[in-house]
């Protein structure tokens, strides 16, 4: 079985002809997005973090990443896909607005911060990335097993449950993927 980040280099691989850039920093930029900005792409990856690195960002959160998104992270530091409607969220190294260095996933740890979080979010959900204007987190069951969630970006209310970040990641990439890409093509 494919891991998804086999799943996504295959599936980004078929378009590259329409334009690739990989930045010195081993951001991954594929399909150019003239109509979103002048600037913009339609899918952008940026390069994997150290195992220390998660380790100082779950410290950070106090709370351990689950395994299938901590290998995520070793894969790579955020994503933004279909033009920025799916989103992990990562490392952010800096805060410039220009050049090739401006290229940097929204960051992990200050959007969980109190003041960036949904009203009535409770202290146990760590947001980590976005689905259209949605928010996207994980929390530990009574179980002590770990389930992905949906939420609005205003208000913590729960819509949809998935059980794990790779079941989350890979029926949100195959939805986006048959609808944009089909429209893409049109």
Known sequence: MKGIEEVVCEKL??????????????????SPAPKIAPQAWHYVLFAPLSVTTIEAIERELSTPFPNDLRSFFQSWNGLK???YQMQVWGKR?????????????????ALNQASE???GSP?????????YDDWIFFERTGDGKTRIGRTGRKFFHPEEYWPSFDTWFEKSFHNFWNQY??????
């Not at 691989?13 to 594929?30: A, D, F, H, P, V």
């Not at 202290?123 to 689905?131: D, R």
């Not at 890409?181 to 049109?186: D, I, K, R, T």
Request: glycine share 10%; hydrophobic share 40%.
């Open 117 to 119: 979080r949904p009203t």
């Open 81 to 83: 896909l279909f033009g």
């Open 123 to 131: 202290g146990s959900v760590v947001f980590f990335g976005s689905l």
């Open 93 to 109: 190294n800096r805060y410039v607005r220009v050049g090739d260095e401006a290229w940097q996933p929204f960051d992990l740890v």
């Open 181 to 186: 890409e089909v429209a893409f093509s049109n």
């Open 13 to 30: 691989n078929t378009i590259t002809s329409r334009g690739e850039r990989i930045l010195e920093n081993g951001t991954r930029l594929i």
